[in-house]
């Protein structure tokens, strides 16, 4: 059977990224990510809601995270699902899903933007094409 497991979000940092390492000398980050929804209710009131997510990145990505990011800070990243479990000190089972994160992007926001001339993401992180401003899409390139 085939599988998919890919994760896009998009949010604020809820703490300081914990930086820590593998016995192999690896580094691992964690952090939390908040993600905001806002709609509207049937009875017409602004309605919103808050999705907390753990993270966790490895290796330079997790230095990166580390250096440029604190609480409070934009951030985007791309991962995938990981589910963890364990017995807790008392006996019982424990399990949670995480997001692996395997790319990010800074983001500009009140938390602030990059502050390093570095990204940590791919080829679609080229620049936009001349005399267009970045996160500007034409209108030819919306499906709807």
């Not at 890919?6 to 809820?14: R, Y």
């Not at 966790?56 to 934009?74: D, H, L, M």
């Not at 399990?95 to 390093?116: I, K």
Request: charged fraction near 25%.
């Amino acid at each position: 059977m085939a599988g998919f497991n890919k994760v896009l979000l998009m949010g604020n940092l809820t703490r300081d990224p914990q930086l820590s390492y593998t016995p192999n000398q690896t580094a691992v980050v964690d952090f939390g990510l908040a993600t905001n929804r806002r709609w509207t209710g049937q009875d017409g009131t602004q309605r919103d809601e808050t999705c907390f997510v753990d993270c966790r990145a490895f290796g330079r990505t997790a230095e990166n995270i580390n250096k440029y990011f604190s609480k409070g800070k934009p951030i985007f990243i791309e991962g995938r699902l990981t589910f963890d479990s364990w017995t807790a000190q008392d006996g019982s089972k424990r399990s949670r899903l995480r997001v692996t994160v395997e790319n990010f992007q800074f983001l500009p926001g009140t938390g602030g933007g990059p502050t390093a001339p570095e990204q940590e993401s791919g080829p679609e992180a080229e620049a936009p094409p001349q005399g267009r401003p970045a996160g500007q899409i034409p209108d030819s390139d919306i499906p709807f």
